[in-house]
Structure formats: C-alpha cells, structure tokens
C-alpha cells in the first residue's frame, strides 16, 4: 500500500518531535543531537536502567561542555529539559520521526517497526541506525515501506558529523531529499548511499584493517610498525590501535557479515589472526589484551617504526576500494570521500588523495600486488584502470 503524495508533502516540514528507541551508546548520542537541534526528544528503552545511564552520561557532557564554554549554562539545560525518557514505546505517538538503535537483529528490529506502525500516524518516518543489515528487509515489513529508510550516524554520534542516508527499494525518493536536509539542519554532513552491505565507511574501511592483517599475518612488518606507518601518512590511528579499540569481536563480525553479503568475495574474507583473537577472547582493550597489551587504557609496549611500502599498499588497497563504491553506484565521488573524512577521521579524501597521488600509479600498485599474489583480492577495479587510461578527475 502506497502513501499518497500528499502524505508524504505534509510531513515534509522540518522534524520536529523526535522518537529514539534504544537509550544505549549510539541512541543517547543521537537523542543529543535532536534535542541540541531544538527537537522534542522521546527516548525509549526497555530497560529503566539504560535510560537512567543515559541521562546521568548527558548531565556529565553537558556539564563539561559548559565548564569548557561550548554551551551557556542555558542552552545545557534547555537540551536535557528537550528530551523525555520512557519504557513505553506508545510515548512516541505524535512524533514526526523515530530512529531506532535496538539490538543488531532484523528479527527485533521489525517487531519494533511493525509495532510503531501501530503507534503512529502513516505520514511519520521511520528509520533504521542499522550498521550492516538490509534497510530494504526491515521496511519490507512495514504495511508503509516508502516511510523507512536508513540513518545511520557513527560513534560517539555527537563528534562524528557523516550520517549516511540509506533508502530502501521501497524508499520514496522525496523522503532521502527531506531527510538530507534535515540532517542538515541538525549540523550533520550527510551522505547518501545505496542499500548494500557496509554502506560506504564500513565497506570502503574494509581494508585499512584487513590488509594491515595481511602483512602482518605474512610477516613483512610488525604490529607496531604497520601502525607507525599509518599515522606517519597523516591517520590518527593506526590499523590494530583502531581494532584493539573497536573490539575484535565486533571488527571481526562486520568483515564477516561483509563478506557474506557479498557472497564471499575474496576481497572482504576476514582474517585467521583476528579469528584467534576473538577464540583466545582478547578482544583488545576492553579485556586488557588484543594485538597490544593494556594497563586501563594505556597501551603497552613500544613504538614502532615506519615501514618502507606498508602504507602504500595499505592505501593502494583503500583508494581502490574507494573508487570501486563509486563504480558500483554505492554513492558518488564526492559522498564518498566526505564519508571517510566525516565518519572516521580519514585525513584526506581517497578520491581525492588518489587522484594527488595520480591514478595512473594506484592501479600500477594494484596490477603489480595482483601480478605477485594472482589473486582477485588485488583486482583493479574497472573504473580505476578507465579513469587511469583516459585522465579524466572525479571531481571535474
Ligand atoms: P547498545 O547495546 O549500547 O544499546 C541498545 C539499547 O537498546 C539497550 O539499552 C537495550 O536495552 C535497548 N533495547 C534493545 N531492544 C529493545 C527494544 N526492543 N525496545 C526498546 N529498547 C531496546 O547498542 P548500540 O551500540 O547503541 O547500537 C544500537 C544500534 O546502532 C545497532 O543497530 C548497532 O548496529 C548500531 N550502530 C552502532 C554503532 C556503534 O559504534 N556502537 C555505530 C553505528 C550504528
């Protein structure tokens, strides 16, 4: 069943009451930031104690955001006094939008549609925080799966400014322009990407984790080299920094859900090493051990040194990946480079970065890994070898 036109047009003035279900890390940075935008916020959670830690964690931010002079005094309480916290998920009717940030379970997450559906008006939007499954599943169970789509913001949601805007199939296409704009006005850099797995950060990341692992796993450099190597050409982190503070755990499981969903594309398959890892439970600095070992948050052990070629490979194999989104239309050019600077700190665009680098010389990295290897992990995408043939920019 199709909502009609002017459905859709009447609920496209800006959001204003905002529904959040799951008060956890990702639902209490979002319920932040609507509220900071001047939203209604209705929080809710199953559990009371989850809405008890949430609301004690946004008094200490804001607290501290006011001792650093971010916000009046003011401003602080009008936030917290925005957002009203509740186990019932019926508070939410009225509201013009509600995102949730249950539980990673298609199974969960469509009761929850289902039951919002019952609860709010059919011109309401629904949206899905989803890191790695189908929006296109979740809205296929909705009765109005033109009002769904996907919204998903990065941690800590409140300093990460990209939030991928991901329609389902059933999309209306009018709601991905509203909703971008939107974004906007809450102070957001959003970025559009077609409903495939990992979107475009946890796709395009893929191997900035995945062939750090390999070199290391074939024992051309060290840990702490290869993370040396990483920071010297401008991350902020490197590779198993970054996994040992995700959790292996979880930076295992998205490779994996990754690669299935692509159907085991050797490009994606995730790595023995980390396997071990999450088998040993080391799961990096949440249980004081993971490729480092740690005192509280403090890494042990020495630095490394920048390796000569790791970085290069390492960024041969993101730029490919990069450009590869763009071949597939998983979001254009210009998205995709916001997506890396705005979501993971990336330093510079890969796009951009690759074309500063000159194409031409990326895919020659890639023919001469493929030539050594022979295997389709190193495949030059298509778009990279016309692009590097004919000279032409990404950014013309
Ligand atoms: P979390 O475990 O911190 O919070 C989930 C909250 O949802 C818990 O407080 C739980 O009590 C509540 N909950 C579970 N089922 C519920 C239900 N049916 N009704 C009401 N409340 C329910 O999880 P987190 O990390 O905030 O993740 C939430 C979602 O956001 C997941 O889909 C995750 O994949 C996604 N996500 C997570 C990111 C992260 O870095 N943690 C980044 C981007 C997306």
Redesign the pocket.
């Known amino acids: 069943m199709h909502v009609r036109r002017w459905d859709y047009l009447r609920s496209m003035n800006q959001w204003k009451t905002v529904g959040i ?8 940075g979002m319920a932040q930031i609507a509220a900071e935008a001047g939203c209604e916020v209705v929080l ?4 009371h104690k ?1 809405l008890e830690r949430s609301k004690d964690q946004l008094a200490r931010v804001m607290d501290r955001l006011v001792e650093k002079g971010r916000r009046t005094a003011q401003e602080a309480a009008a936030t917290q006094g925005r957002i009203r916290r509740t186990t019932d ?1 019926v508070d939410v009717k009225g509201c013009d939008l509600v995102i ?5 379970q298609l199974q ?2 469509s ?2 549609f289902m039951a919002l559906e019952a609860i709010l008006s059919k011109e309401a939007v629904l949206a ?6 189908s929006v296109t599943a979740l809205a296929q169970a909705c009765d109005h799966p033109n009002r769904v789509l996907g919204l ?4 800590p949601a409140p300093l990460m400014a990209l939030v991928e805007v991901i329609p389902a199939l059933q999309t209306n296409p009018d709601l991905v322009e509203h909703a971008v704009a939107n974004m906007r006005t809450w102070g957001k850099a959003p970025a559009v990407a077609k409903d495939t797995p990992g979107f475009i950060v946890n796709r395009v990341a893929r191997p900035f984790y995945s062939e750090a692992l390999r070199i290391h796993e074939e024992g051309l450099a060290s840990v702490a080299d290869i993370d040396a190597s990483m920071r010297k050409i401008g991350f902020r982190m490197g590779p198993f920094e970054l996994m040992d503070l995700i959790g292996h755990d ?1 930076n295992h499981a998205v490779t994996s859900t990754v690669h299935e969903a692509f159907y085991g594309d050797p490009r994606y398959r995730p790595s023995h090493v980390q396997r071990q890892l999450v088998a040993a439970g080391w799961l990096g600095q949440k249980t004081g051990r993971g490729f480092y070992a740690y005192d509280g948050r403090k890494k042990l052990g020495a630095e490394g040194q920048p390796k000569q070629g790791v970085a290069d490979r390492i960024l041969a194999m993101l730029m490919n990946e990069a450009v590869d989104a763009v071949f597939w239309q998983v979001a254009s050019a210009h998205d995709v480079d916001l997506a890396m600077q705005k979501g993971v700190n990336y330093p510079k665009g890969l796009l951009a970065w690759a074309e500063e680098r000159g194409l031409q010389q990326v895919a020659a990295h890639m023919d001469e890994l493929r030539g050594r290897y022979g295997e389709e992990r190193y495949r030059c995408s298509p778009l990279l070898r016309d692009m590097a043939q004919s000279g032409k920019s990404f950014f013309q």
């Open positions: 279900v799951g008060a956890g890390t990702m639902g209490s809710v959670d199953a559990h989850a998920l949730e940030a249950i539980v990673e969960a997450k009761e929850l899905t925080n989803t890191s790695s499954l998903h913001f990065f941690n979880v």
